[in-house]
């Protein structure tokens, strides 16, 4: 019976020591997933490890961010959710961070708020803390934001992931999981998903979009391809693929295969010449390629040295020759410890980005900023943002309407693209604008007055004249639309004010235009061209550089406003009408930033000056398309003017 017992505890304690080693082999086999980026697959083992009564902190840790790698905010909370202590370790403060975007993700925003308000006692000094503490009331911002969107889900998307569009003439080019192919090499083991190939869509009608099939097979891959951005005229594109070497992964020293944009040409109808970028690297990731309007910067998401976070934004000047300046990061007013990733760059010099950093509903946020002010980043709100991840948008402003990516419920893949537009029941009303034009000493109305209403939001530039009395008439749009209303009266000298219309369907009848009698004064409204008794600031034909003549004039405005820090001017450059009118108006941004630019270079504040582009919208004579005239009558238009806004 002794020795029956002792043969029975042998077999106990040898079947204890199997499962023992068993459950560490296990574990091991889970980190070693976990470690080489195979997350999908790390999860269902340390899944596996859990069921069978083996937990740590460290498990938890690591399932956490495998789920929240993928996406999967809400079990990644309840594996954050066993991390956080009151006297939790500055070390694993970043789960604080986590805990909190996951919380949001699911609706909690309150106990968010409260997570966050954690995390900066221990990290004050956290671009991501400061700015949740400078935006603390950022749900309430966000909730009266009055831009409403209708979103659509394209008809193209499939069952799996689909990002990332761009604008490629008639189509819709974008990134997709859909290859699902035969082949087990097929698959990613990070998300257990196939990998990403470029595809397009076409436009079926006014709100959807029908799969066409691959786009360029040649640039496709057994590796990722996606983030296409094209030049205007169609024929170079660069794009995001994993560093490869004959269409394979190329991995780094620890098995990573990093991320690398490429850049392609089309000859003869064929994409070739695939090249990479000469700032990509084995050793860090660049990605997420869009070029500015003008084709002389591409921006980028990296996390190469200097980057602040996860991931940031840089900007790589394009030189005539087609080589790249060096890349700069675009500074903490952008950039956070967090993921700023998926730029698109609008005509009007606005940044769109994905942000986990800036205060938002959950995941990755749709934020703005305009690059010519820098005055703040904004969230754009509730609709194009859920408390999903919502990225990689690209935006058309003139028409208000664009493309988008999210992973929000009910949709038809793990990530699937939305079209948006602006909400007709705000963005198509219109009002009218009523205003007087007197004389300020006498009061008596000034008929024949040129009016000219340019709306800063479209560009578009609307010409009337006062009757009789005195009294112009002209359509305004809504919501809170910023306009900028000049008159022009011979013998006077011209007058500009500015206005914001209302939010609601009510006229402004109640406007007057007080106009003063030609002499030199700077007062608001007035050109420091009478005052400074300057020449005109003119340009070549088809240029942007300020000629060598301009300079003593332009030193005289310079000198002028730091003899008085107070005023702030705004710098109105005017082309002529021998090309398009697109192409005019993006002349005239240039040339206001040339001489912008100039002025600052001389010591002007930068925040009291500003430049406006108008092209082609106020001629000084007859020179408008299609009438015939001389390259002289033609110069005349081509100038800059220096308004006077704040003193």
């Known amino acids: 019976m002794k020795i029956k017992k002792i043969i029975t505890s042998i077999f106990l304690l040898v079947v204890t020591y199997n499962s023992l080693v068993a459950q560490t082999k296990q574990l091991d086999q889970a980190d070693y997933l976990f470690d080489t980026k195979a997350y999908a697959l790390a999860i269902d083992a340390y899944k596996k490890v859990i069921e069978k009564g083996e937990t740590s902190l460290d498990i938890y840790k690591k399932l956490g961010d495998a789920y929240y790698l993928n996406a999967n905010y809400k079990e990644a909370a309840n594996c954050y959710a066993k991390l956080i202590t009151p006297d939790i370790k500055n070390s694993d403060s970043e789960y604080l961070f986590k805990y909190a975007q996951t919380l949001r993700s699911i609706g909690n925003y309150e106990e968010a708020n ?41 008809e193209s998307n499939s069952a799996e992931s689909d990002f990332a569009p761009s604008f490629y003439k008639d189509t819709l080019v974008f990134s997709s999981a859909r290859d699902t192919g035969f082949l087990v090499n097929n698959v990613h083991e990070w998300n257990n998903r196939p990998f990403l190939n470029l595809h397009t869509a076409v436009k079926k009608d006014s709100s959807s979009f029908v799969y066409e099939g691959n786009f360029a097979k040649e640039l496709n891959t057994k590796t990722h391809e996606s983030s296409t951005t094209f030049t205007k005229d169609g024929k170079t594109v660069y794009f995001t693929r994993n560093n490869s070497e004959k269409g394979k992964f190329s991995p780094d020293k620890n098995g990573l295969s990093r991320l690398k944009v490429y850049k392609a040409t089309l000859e003869n109808g064929n994409w070739t010449n695939v090249t990479e970028l000469p700032f990509n690297s084995d050793e860090y990731s660049v990605a997420n390629p869009t070029l500015n309007y003008a084709e002389d910067k591409l921006y980028f998401a990296s996390d190469m040295p200097g980057t602040l976070g996860a991931s940031d934004i840089f900007v790589a000047d394009i030189n005539t020759d087609g080589s790249f300046g060096t890349p700069k990061n675009l500074g903490d007013k952008i950039n956070t410890e967090g993921r700023e990733t998926f730029p698109f760059i609008s005509e009007s010099e606005t940044l769109y980005f994905a942000s986990d950093g800036h205060p ?36 058309d402003e003139t028409k208000n309407e664009g493309f988008l990516a999210s992973n929000r419920p009910n949709g038809k893949g793990s990530d699937d693209i939305y079209s948006f537009i602006g909400d007709p029941n705000l963005m198509s009303k219109t009002s009218a604008i009523k205003g007087t034009v007197v004389d300020k000493e006498s009061n008596d109305v000034i008929p024949n007055a040129a009016i000219t209403v340019y709306n800063y939001t479209t560009n578009a530039v609307v010409g009337t004249a006062t009757n009789n009395n005195g009294i112009f008439i002209s359509e305004i749009e809504l919501p809170e639309k910023k306009y900028k209303i000049t008159a022009k009266v011979p013998g006077y000298a011209n007058t500009v004010i500015y206005v914001t219309t209302p939010g609601v369907k009510d006229p402004i ?13 700077t007062s608001v409204g ?51 009408s021998t090309e398009s009118d697109t192409y005019n108006l993006w002349l005239s941004k240039r040339r206001a930033k040339s001489t912008v630019n100039y002025l600052i270079s001389k010591g002007v504040d930068s925040s009291k000056i500003t430049g406006v582009g108008f092209g082609e919208s106020q001629l000084l004579n007859k020179c408008s398309n299609g009438v015939k005239c ?16 704040n003193k």
């Open 630 to 645: 001389s390259s002289t009558e033609h110069a005349i238009n081509r100038r800059s003017e220096f308004i006077i806004i």
């Open 526 to 576: 007035s050109d420091l061209t009478n005052y400074l008794k300057l020449e005109s600031i003119y340009f070549d034909t088809n240029s942007s550089y300020l000629r060598v003549a301009s300079y003593p004039d332009l030193d005289k405005v310079a000198n002028f406003m730091k003899e008085n820090p107070t005023v702030a001017i705004e710098v109105g450059a005017h082309t002529d």
């Open 114 to 154: 409260k997570i966050m308000l954690q995390f900066n006692k221990i990290k004050n000094q956290d671009l991501r803390a400061s700015k949740f503490i400078e935006k603390s009331n950022y749900l309430e911002s966000i909730k009266n934001i009055k831009q409403k969107y209708i979103l659509t889900n394209l």
């Open 509 to 521: 009848e109640d406007l007057v235009l007080e106009m003063e009698k030609s002499k030199a004064d």
């Open 360 to 395: 938002g509903l959950g995941g990755l946020d749709i934020f703005y900023i305009n690059l010519t002010k820098m005055d703040d980043v904004y969230n754009m709100g509730k609709g194009i943002n859920s408390k999903q991840d919502d990225f990689s948008i690209v935006i």
